[in-house]
Antibody
């Protein structure tokens, strides 16, 4: 059974960089059939797509966040990472990682449990 | 590029049937698959419908999905409502260069 687990600081100061890691277990991040995705959800609000990456590095980013995002994959550790720079209170959210099936309508078939990141001084 | 619009909230009684819509702003709804996710409070989303009308294993057949070209919308229908169906529901689709177009979500109350 595939499992995804987000990890990283729960509190980040304004203007600093948010860094999160998603560890994939029970399957390989290098599988040719899947992409890997970051999604966030501000408290009490809806889901917002951040970006999607293939293990070989090709990626798609939300245009509204693109200038501040870096998403990467470490196949040796079976992990994907998210860096979001110059954060503000508006970046406070639960951040989820997931697996996306590009051959199935970009369906997200597995999600991590999510991690809350609060931006505050 | 397009957006997906859902009703903000809906309410129905146990045992009844509810249909949640997801309207595509431009382009044909039939051009790209639509998924539906259920999110209960404090939990991660889970798939109830993918590829417009496919149910993952373990999802009851009370959940069904469809698309309607005349209204350019996708729909999630839940029949025989149970209190456990009370949750937020999100539709999701995609276009070239953007695999993560989400609707704003619908809060379903079962009372």
């Amino acid at each position: 059974q595939l499992q995804l687990q987000e990890s990283g600081p729960g509190l980040v100061k304004p203007s600093e960089t948010l860094s999160l890691t998603c560890t994939v277990s029970g399957g390989s991040i290098s599988s040719s059939n899947y992409y890997w995705v970051w999604i966030r959800q501000p408290p009490g609000k809806g889901l917002e797509w951040i970006g999607t990456i293939y293990y070989r590095g090709s990626a798609y980013y939300n245009p509204s966040l693109k200038s501040r995002i870096t998403i990467s994959v470490d196949t040796s550790k079976n992990q994907l990472s998210l860096r979001l720079s110059s954060v503000t209170a508006a970046d406070t959210a639960v951040y989820y990682c997931g697996r996306q099936v590009y051959s199935s309508g970009w369906h997200i078939d597995y999600w991590g449990q999510g991690t809350l990141v609060t931006v505050s001084s | 590029n397009f957006m997906l619009t859902q009703p903000h909230s809906m309410s129905e009684s146990p045992g009844k049937t509810v249909t949640i819509s997801c309207t595509r702003s431009s382009g044909s709804i039939a051009s790209n698959y639509v998924q539906w996710y259920q999110q209960r409070p404090g939990s991660s989303p889970t798939t109830v419908i993918y590829e417009n009308n496919q149910r993952p294993s373990g999802v009851p057949d009370r959940f069904s999905g469809s698309i309607d070209s005349s209204s350019n919308s996708a729909s999630l229908t839940i029949s025989g409502l149970k209190t456990e169906d009370e949750a937020d529901y999100y539709c999701q689709s995609y276009y070239s260069g953007n695999p993560g177009v989400f609707g704003g979500g619908t809060k379903l109350t079962v009372v």
